[in-house]
């Protein structure tokens, strides 16, 4: 059996390892069109922020490392066309074109960035932060003398991280977002606005309802012009968010969403014969709606990739079928840290159910203790038989960590009376005796 991955980072080395581990007879490879593999690009800000300095941390293994393995990994190879019908691909390498078959394909090719329709993208001083070269460049030009005023464009999970890199970095900062407020689209707005009140905090000019028109300047960005204004800037960072990297497909009528994300059964499969796919080229299983959603998150693209890796690999037994995704995610902007699982209040209303929320405000631990402060969570329920469909929470201490919590309570189907009485642990130094979850599901009416 031939085995061949399109795509060497999460989803797809996550395969290839799996599927060598299920059959050592298979041939296994993997065509990758950048020159690293196994890469977590959700490092970046931190490695620009000078939280770490060898970016090689971000790459956990070497094709030397799974060659040891069996597993033969060529980088630098772009898979250009799959001709599904007679089981081909066609692979540039350098200047070269070749042929090649398989019996079993995995399609694991990642995302693209999206890039706003304005002019200047291609000066000097414009960045992206999506692959391993990205930062190193942007680490390296944000280290120049000259580099004072950095504009971020767009705010979602990226642009949050990098605006606190800028700060941490000693530069005047501005975040400008076409939305009415920051992360649209992962948080609701009764947790959103504490991402805005703590980067103003730390002095970043935050410019929502407002969209890029140009980036500006000569052979280099000087200043950028958007529908309400002109801004001077020394470096631009440009994270406006991502697309499945599918366009090469087209010609082979596989099944997509409409931004090109492919579709997959809960085993991993496509519409095409023997192939399947995962990461941010792919659908999820939505555990909550039960919907074929886009989430490009990395982990929902190993789990996938690991379970993928065991079906393709199999001679015989029954496939492995996915459980389905909650979007559990969370993001640290500044001293605050923020968690969502489940579904959000529009999701839930677009899933057909009949919601309710509350939104509240608690302690993290107990007033004796020092460090005390501040957390915000928005439950979302369904009204008839309460079960918790999905939960948010920001604060400076324990937000993230409680969102773990909330993620296992929504999988069970727990309802706000359980969850009021939940047995959560208590000490003085890190919870108070009724924590804010308990708080929550005893408030729900």
């Excluded at 991280?161 to 407020?181: S, T, Y």
């Excluded at 460090?371 to 928005?378: F, R, V």
């Amino acid at each position: 059996m031939k085995i061949v991955i399109i795509g060497g980072e999460a989803a797809g080395m996550s395969a290839a390892a799996k599927a060598r581990r299920v059959n050592p007879n298979a041939d296994i490879i993997v065509y990758e069109a950048s020159e690293v593999i196994s890469f977590g690009a959700c490092g970046l800000p931190y490695y620009v922020a000078d939280e770490f300095q060898n970016h090689e941390y971000m790459s956990e293994f070497t094709p030397a490392q799974f060659a040891e393995r069996g597993i033969q990994v060529n980088i630098g190879h772009r898979v250009t066309k799959v001709d599904a019908d007679n089981k081909k691909l066609e692979i540039t390498h350098k200047d070269d074109v070749f042929v090649t078959h398989y019996d079993r394909l995995m399609i694991a090719t990642g995302a693209k960035e999206v890039f706003p329709p304005v002019s200047g993208l291609d000066k000097d001083g414009v960045f992206t932060l999506r692959v391993m070269n990205d930062g190193i460049a942007l680490k390296q030009a944000v280290a120049q003398e000259h580099c004072k005023n950095v504009t971020i464009i767009g705010s979602g999970f990226i642009g949050l991280e990098v605006a606190e890199a800028m700060v941490h970095q000693g530069k005047n900062v501005r975040l400008i977002e076409r939305a009415e407020r920051l992360i649209p689209d992962a948080f609701d707005p009764e947790i959103s606005i504490h991402f805005y009140d703590e980067l103003k905090k730390a002095g970043v000019e935050i410019l929502t309802s407002e969209s890029l028109l140009a980036i500006e300047g000569d052979a280099k960005v000087t200043h950028i012009t958007t529908d309400k204004g002109t801004y001077s800037a020394d470096l631009v960072v440009v994270c406006t968010g991502v697309k499945p990297n599918t366009a090469f497909l087209k010609e082979t009528g596989i099944e997509t969403l409409p931004n090109g994300a492919i579709r997959i059964d809960r085993q991993g499969r496509t519409s095409l014969p023997d192939v399947w796919s995962a990461g941010d080229c792919a659908t999820i299983w939505n555990a909550i709606s039960n919907k074929d959603v886009y989430i490009p998150l990395a982990t929902g693209a190993n789990k996938l990739g690991r379970m993928i890796g065991d079906n393709i690999a199999q001679t015989d037994g029954d496939a492995f079928e996915f459980p389905g995704s909650l979007g559990t995610s969370c993001v640290r902007v500044m001293g605050l840290e923020a968690g969502r699982t489940g579904l959000s209040e529009r999701e839930a209303i677009d899933a057909g159910f009949d919601v309710k929320t509350l939104v509240i405000k608690d302690k993290c631990h107990t007033n004796y203790c020092d460090g005390q402060s501040d957390l915000h969570m928005k439950l979302i329920y369904e009204a008839g038989t309460k079960r918790v469909l999905g939960a948010q929470i920001a604060g400076y201490k324990g937000a993230v960590h409680r969102i773990d919590a909330m993620a296992v309570a929504v999988t069970m189907g727990v309802t706000t009376t359980q969850l009021g009485m939940m047995d959560f642990a208590y000490a003085p130094p890190f919870s108070r005796t009724w924590d804010i979850m308990n708080v929550a599901g005893n408030v729900a009416k």
